[in-house]
C-alpha cells in the first residue's frame, strides 16, 4: 500500500483442485510488492524459524513489557527488511543501478515460480525439501541485494 503508511508484506496464495498437492503462498516479507520478489511458502511440519524475516526479539528488555510501557520505541526491522529499504533507496536514486536490481529481482521471481511449477507437476519424494523453501528464497534475495 502507497501513500499514508506501508505495509509489512504482500501475499498471495495459490490453492490446488487436486487435494494431494499442497497450497503454496508466496510471500513478500518486505514493504514493497514492486520492489520485492514473491517467495514461496508451504505449511509443512518441522518448519524451522525464519530469522531474517523475524523481527528482533528485546526479551525482558522490551518497551511492551516494561512499566510504564512503551516509553521507547525499538527498531523492530527484520534482516530481510533493513537490507530492502537499502534497495529500494537505490532504486529510487540510480536509474541504471536500479533497472538492473530491479531487472534481478523479476529473474530471481520467474526461477522460483518455474522450480515451483515443477515441483507441484513432477511431486516431491522428499517432503522435507519444503521446509527450506522459504528460507531458502530469502537468503538468494539477500544474495542479489548483497552483489547490487
Known amino acids: 500500500m502507497e501513500g499514508m503508511f506501508m505495509t509489512t508484506g504482500s501475499m498471495v496464495s495459490v490453492v490446488p483442485m487436486d487435494p494431494a498437492l499442497p497450497g503454496v503462498h508466496y510471500f513478500t516479507a518486505t514493504p514493497d510488492p514492486e520492489r520485492s520478489v514473491f517467495k514461496p511458502f508451504i505449511f509443512v511440519k518441522n518448519a524451522h524459524e525464519l530469522k531474517e524475516t ?3 526479539s528485546f526479551g525482558p528488555d522490551d518497551p511492551v513489557k516494561k512499566k510504564p510501557r512503551f ?3 525499538p ?3 527484520h534482516p ?3 537490507k530492502h ?3 529500494v533507496a537505490i ?4 536509474k541504471e543501478r536500479g533497472q538492473k536490481i530491479t531487472e534481478g529481482l523479476r529473474q530471481l521471481e520467474k526461477e522460483t515460480m518455474k522450480e515451483m511449477e515443477k515441483l507441484l ?9 519444503w521446509v527450506n523453501l522459504f ?4 537468503q538468494k534475495e539477500l544474495g542479489l541485494y548483497s552483489k547490487s
Open 71 to 73: 516509553q521507547s520505541k
Open 85 to 87: 529499504e537499502l534497495i
Open 135 to 138: 528460507s531458502g528464497c530469502v
Open 121 to 129: 507437476e513432477v511431486g516431491v519424494e522428499v517432503p522435507d525439501i
Open 54 to 56: 523475524s523481527s528482533p
Open 75 to 77: 527498531d523492530r526491522k
Open 80 to 82: 530481510l527488511f533493513v
Open 91 to 94: 532504486i529510487d536514486s540510480y
